[in-house]
């Protein structure tokens, strides 16, 4: 399989992704914003981590818009099927990225040592 494949499927499976969470999932759960930052899935398409960061009011709602994916994961994968033809559907695997408040934390550190 060539290498550029891999992003190509990944970058895909993330616009899909994407996209049924906005317009099809329909849980009351999902209240607060979520913003797909990556995709990765295997080389044999049996699996697709999909990273999530999810900006919410608290963290109760963020927790509750996070149980909400893992429970929809099941319609997205079966979406993903019809709207990819691929050999396999992956199995979708949602998990946090809190990278985007890591870096907003490291940027308020440099902010106080600059002031020093």
Excluded: C, W
Aim: a positive charge; glycine letters at 4%; charged letters at 30%.
């Amino acid at each position: 399989m060539p290498s550029y494949r891999g992003g190509r499927i990944n970058e895909e499976v993330r616009k899909e992704v994407s996209d049924i969470i906005r317009n099809n999932i329909k849980d009351p759960r999902l209240t607060a914003m979520v913003s797909i930052t990556n995709v990765s899935v295997t080389k044999d398409l049996r699996f697709a981590k999909v990273y999530v960061s999810i900006f919410g009011k608290n963290e109760e709602e963020q927790q509750n818009s996070f149980l909400a994916l893992k429970n929809s994961s099941s319609f997205v994968r079966k979406e993903i099927g019809h709207r990819i033809n691929l050999r396999y559907t992956p199995e979708i695997i949602f998990e946090m990225d809190n990278s985007i408040e890591h870096g907003l934390h490291i940027d308020a550190l440099l902010e106080k040592i600059k002031e020093k």
